[in-house]
C-alpha cells in the first residue's frame, strides 16, 4: 500500500511538470489522467509484489 501511494504521489506530481516541459498545457494533468496513471500503476504494483511473493 505505501509503494502504491507513493508512486501515485510522484505521479501526480511530475505529470504537469513532464507535460509542461513537452510544451503542452499541464491543467490537463488534473482529475482523469493522473487518477488512470496512478491506478494502472497501482495495478501492476500489487501484481509485481504478488507474483514475488508467490514465486510465479
Known amino acids: 500500500m505505501f509503494v502504491v501511494v507513493m508512486a501515485g504521489s510522484l505521479v501526480g506530481m511530475s505529470l ?3 507535460l509542461q516541459r513537452l510544451k503542452l498545457d499541464p491543467a490537463t494533468a488534473s482529475g482523469p ?3 488512470t496513471v496512478s491506478d494502472a500503476l497501482g495495478v501492476v504494483v ?3 509484489i504478488a507474483t514475488w511473493i508467490l514465486g510465479i
Open 16 to 18: 504537469p511538470f513532464l
Open 33 to 35: 489522467l493522473v487518477t
Open 46 to 48: 500489487y501484481f509485481s
